[in-house]
């Protein structure tokens, strides 16, 4: 029998409706909060579409082997079958530990099909996310006068954080890296171009403000102290 029959036998139709349904996608993947403390609660936002049917559920999960791609280690975190409040899952942060992790959503759609999985990395920070944009004051003790001091906590772990810093009116940038004592104590080594140095201070419990005092080395050998203090954008 050949395939030019199989139409009478009805099969067709059927074999073209399975091959012509359209994959669902998810078409965004959000946590809020992200960072998140490592006692807090979270939760994965997901919005997906199915051009020729619905989106049936989302299944979420976690990068469980940290390669930063979907497969079959990843182990599962929940699904949401129910659209009525959108696609989210709720979760709480200790189940995935200290750290940045990679999570994925996917859409499975009416007929079956799967969506592509989307990432999202979601940081898990030992106190008070500080992962943000800061800006406010730094002044210097000699008569050089004030700056605008701009920095961006890019990391933060158990302890650590990482980041850069930008003097605006001098043109410098330095990155930097910080340790995190106890009472919200922190302190930093920095190095930019031609200087580098160290800060300490003290964190806000809310992690909204950063001040301390700094002692800045030059290649020339000059040397200055000075104070500052950010708050988060
Ligand atoms: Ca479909
Ligand atoms: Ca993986």
Redesign the pocket.
């Given at each position: 029998m050949g395939m030019e029959s199989r139409g009478a036998c009805g099969l067709e139709p059927l074999e073209s409706r399975l091959l012509l349904n359209a994959g669902p996608r998810v078409t965004a993947l959000v946590a809020t909060p992200n960072p998140v403390a490592r006692t807090g609660a979270f939760t994965l936002a997901a919005a997906a579409s199915d051009v020729d049917g619905s989106v049936a559920r989302v299944e979420f999960f976690h990068?469980?082997?940290a390669?930063g791609?979907?497969?079959k280690?990843?182990r599962s975190l929940g699904v949401d079958a129910n659209p009525r409040k959108g696609w989210r899952l709720a979760m709480s942060a200790s189940s995935l530990g200290l750290g940045t992790h990679t999570c994925f959503a996917r859409a499975i759609d009416n007929q079956g099909a799967s969506s592509r999985a989307v990432a999202l990395r979601v940081i898990v920070g030992s106190k008070t996310g500080l992962v943000g944009s800061y800006a406010g004051t730094i002044e210097f003790n000699d008569d050089q006068g004030e700056d605008l001091l701009r920095i961006q906590i890019t990391q933060q772990g158990k302890g650590f954080f990482l980041g850069t810093f930008h003097q605006v009116a001098l043109g410098e940038s330095a990155s930097f890296q910080g340790t995190i004592g106890k009472r919200n104590r922190f302190t930093l080594t920095y190095a930019g171009s031609g200087f580098s140095g160290k800060a300490q201070g003290t964190i806000s419990p809310d992690g909204r403000t950063l001040t301390g005092t700094f002692r800045t080395k030059q290649a020339d050998g000059r040397e200055f102290t000075g104070t500052f203090s950010v708050n988060r954008l």
């Open positions: 990068d469980a082997n390669n791609r979907f497969d280690a990843d």
